[in-house]
């Protein structure tokens, strides 16, 4: 399983297979996943940067109509 997410930024660490530039403000990066199980704290606290990321941008979008 391939696990994708956007931040705002690189993020370094070893289970960060890949980040790639998107963006001058965005960063998708990838992890290998091969048990759901691996999916812990750490993970979902990136998921959660993703999000309240994504929330910001369609607020923003949305008010600019």
Do not use: C, Y
Not at 33 to 40: A, H, K, N, R, V
Not at 53 to 59: H, Q
């Amino acid at each position: 399983i391939v696990l994708s997410f956007i931040l705002d930024r690189k993020m370094e660490h070893p289970r960060i297979e890949e980040a790639a530039k998107v963006r001058s403000d965005r960063w998708t990066h990838q992890i290998i996943l091969s048990d759901p199980l691996q999916i812990d704290d750490e993970i979902l606290a990136w998921l959660k940067q993703a999000m309240t990321l994504a929330d910001r941008k369609a607020a923003a979008e949305e008010r600019n109509g």
